[in-house]
């Protein structure tokens, strides 16, 4: 997996539409959460939010459920599920981004 084709998929998954008809589910948005932090931090270095900061703390432990995987293992399982979420989608946009990662 290159590092272009992990840059590729990055700026396509934050350049989703909210509404848009290419939808991240809340969990593979979580998936993508923490394998680009650990692709591009690494393992969790923060200490987990406290007990009413549950968006922190379910992104916190995503991320730390991913503990150990390596910087390029992560980026692969990044660009493979966002791979897998637009080729669902079938639309000419989702084919539009699938040329563009597989070109990069």
């Known amino acids: 997996m290159s590092q272009t084709k992990f840059e590729k998929a990055v700026s396509i998954v934050q350049s989703l539409p909210k509404e848009g008809p290419i939808q991240p589910t809340q969990d593979e948005q979580l998936y993508f959460y923490k394998y680009y932090k650990q692709a591009t931090v690494g393992d969790v270095n923060t200490s987990r939010p406290g007990m009413l900061d549950f968006v922190g703390k379910a992104k916190w432990d995503a991320w730390k459920?991913?503990?150990?995987?390596?910087k390029e293992d992560a980026q692969t399982k990044y660009v493979e599920k966002l791979l897998e979420i637009l080729k669902r989608a079938d639309s000419e946009e989702s084919k539009k981004f699938v040329a563009e990662i597989e070109a990069a």
């Open 65 to 70: 459920s991913v503990e150990g995987t390596s």
